[in-house]
């Protein structure tokens, strides 16, 4: 596990309204929270501390007037991208562990009071008796006995499980923890207001969902390509809702690059949505199914895509909505063989991101978007 030098910890100090895309706010509206939250909600965050701290107006700045060194503006943002963003908690000696949702090539399965049992997906190829409309060679596939029983939800590998899923280790109970350990949802109802009038509208209640974390948990940030503030505090999510900085060791997990790169196959895992100009497919990928990225070739031999997600936002130097964009959801695994690439070249792959040279869009990259891991398999 290694520690990047630009990790803060995010603390929460109030209850967090976490917003996804469906709309509220009309009378008996709801308003679900989403959980983990996109990385934009941390990017913005951030950004908007580093530009008070340099004391720019944010005015001038959202309007295109004033640039900053490391951010840029909001039309030709710097070099500051969000690498990584996750939920965490802090340990005993003060560390903070990243918290992982589940793959898509992992079953959670805890038939009664037994403990749980995580089995892998495994890519194979399908009976020529077997149609399916899978466009590739093979198909992601759990392996089970007599005994079968519904995959259960709500479970999250902790750091030494998202250490050993990358380096193609097996799983056990001790490394998953339930999402009722780090959060919990809280109802609020809210009350329209007039804008002509500034006060309660008639008939606009309407109910938010905000997100409460359990003392010690909150968030890990990893960013590149700019200087973050050691401490204080930031507004985040919806609301502005207040949370604070530390900065502490973030022990990030990395996978064995040597060891992908001679056994010449691996799995690319998404660990933030990833905004693909062909849907599902990763960039670089073509009709042959090969794919080639920079210092990287391969084939994809499987896929594990969890449902097409949509992410969306509030532009707020434009003062409107950011256009929405369906995205191959975070956890999304693929599998590759015939891989062709140095130890380096993975690292430096995995710290760019899922982009192409030059970026398609740097907006989006700077939030944290297409952010993935190399594993094992």
Known sequence: MTTTPHSRFIEPLDMLVLRGNQLFGEPG?????????????????????????????????????VAHPQLGTPAAPGSFVLQAF????????????????????????????????VSS??????????CSSNPLPQAPVLPQGDERSKPASGWWLRGSGWHKYLRGQGLTATDLIRSRELWS?????????????????????????????????GFAAAVAGADLPAGGSLRLGGDGRAAALHHVPVAWSEPDHEAISAAGRCRIVLTSPGIFAGGWMLPGMDAS????????????VA??????????????AARRPKAAQKTAAA??????????????????????GLWNEPCEDAQRRAEGFNRFSFASY
Not at 45 to 63: E, H, N, P, Q, W
Not at 203 to 212: D, E, I, N, P
Not at 303 to 316: F, H
Not at 341 to 346: G, I, Q, S, V, W
């Open 331 to 352: 956890g999304s695994v693929y599998w590759l063989d015939e891989l062709q690439a140095t130890p380096d070249a993975l690292r430096k792959l995995a710290a760019r």
């Open 86 to 117: 996750q939920v965490a908690r802090r340990a005993a000696d003060g560390t903070a562990e990243p918290l992982m949702p589940l793959p898509a090539d992992l079953v959670v399965q805890a038939p009664g009071d037994a403990p749980p049992q």
């Open 303 to 316: 896929a594990a895509v969890s449902r097409a997600d949509t992410v969306s936002g509030w532009d707020l």
């Open 185 to 217: 949802f809280d109802e609020r109802v809210g009350v329209g207001l007039d804008g002509g009038t500034r006060s309660a509208a008639d008939g606009q209640l309407f109910t938010v969902r905000a997100v409460a974390m359990q003392q010690g948990v």
């Open 121 to 130: 997906l495994r890519p194979s190829a399908l009976h020529a008796g077997v």
């Open 289 to 300: 199914l090969r794919i080639q990225l920079p210092g990287l070739s391969a084939r994809v």
């Open 29 to 65: 509206s709801y308003g679900e929270a989403l959980m983990p939250p996109w990385p934009s909600v941390a990017a913005g965050a951030l950004r908007t501390r580093i530009l008070a701290d340099a004391g720019i107006d944010l005015a001038a700045f959202a309007s295109g007037q």
